[in-house]
């Protein structure tokens, strides 16, 4: 079964402070790993994108990816009020399709 | 930026209505996809469909569901006969396709579905 697993938090950080934020996924075949934030009553918006082991860095944002531990991870560095949002990592899939799975997100309220 | 459309952005129906989701996916996008988010719920699949058809579905995307291209930009979610627990927020989504990978997945605002 194809499964991607977060903390659903909430995660509270001051103002400042590293956001960390982790996901685990259990399908092997799993290629393309995405962070995407999510607004309360808004639509998922793509952050980040990684697809090789190794860290991907953009802005305050860090992507980390394991594929031998399934594991992968998003820091935001100097957190601001306006990254509170709920985090949802979601991996693709190419089997006889092209899927996209969501794990359930995490809430993280960056506290002023 | 190109971006998906969904219309309407509410939807209010009584229960056993007919209900139609419309959404305009990315120009050169050539999968497609609805979700659905019920309240303080996780994003879950629909169905995808590439090439004119259905590539896959999940349990939820029963009898009572169908999508259709009926033209060259439109990309519609039916539900038959509404019932109370369809009530959710609908986003529609799409992606280009890449045969090494990488490809992203963007996604409309969204429709909030409301079955009384």
């Known amino acids: 079964q194809k499964e991607v697993e977060q903390n659903s938090g909430p995660l509270s950080v001051p103002e400042g402070a590293i956001a960390s934020l982790n996901c685990t996924y259990s399908d092997r075949v799993s290629q393309s790993f995405f962070w995407y934030r999510q607004y309360s009553g808004k639509s998922p918006e793509l952050i980040m994108s990684?697809?090789?082991?190794g860290d991907k860095e953009d802005g305050r944002f860090t992507a980390q990816l394991n594929k031998a531990s399934q594991y992968v991870s998003l820091l935001i560095r100097d957190s601001q009020p306006s990254d509170s949002a709920t985090y949802l990592c979601a991996v693709n899939i190419k089997n006889t399709g092209n899927q996209f799975y969501f794990g359930t997100g995490t809430s993280l309220t960056v506290i002023p | 930026e190109p971006e998906v459309t969904q219309t309407p952005s509410h939807q209010v129906t009584q229960m056993g209505q007919e209900v139609i989701l419309r959404c305009v996916p990315i120009?050169?996008?050539?999968?497609f996809y609805w979700y659905r988010q019920i309240l303080g719920q996780k994003v879950e699949f629909l169905v995808s469909?590439?090439?004119?058809?259905?590539?896959?579905k999940s349990e939820i995307f029963d009898d009572q569901f169908s999508v259709e291209r009926p033209d060259g930009s439109n990309f519609t979610l039916k539900i038959r006969s509404t019932k109370l627990e369809d009530s959710a927020m609908y986003f529609c989504?799409?992606?280009?396709?890449?045969?090494?990978?990488?490809?992203?997945?963007?996604f409309g605002s969204g429709t909030q579905l409301s079955v009384l």
């Open positions: 990684i697809y090789s082991n």
């Open positions: 469909f590439y090439n004119n058809e259905i590539s896959e």
């Open positions: 120009s050169n996008h050539l999968y």
């Open positions: 989504a799409s992606s280009e396709r890449r045969n090494v990978g990488g490809e992203k997945l963007f």
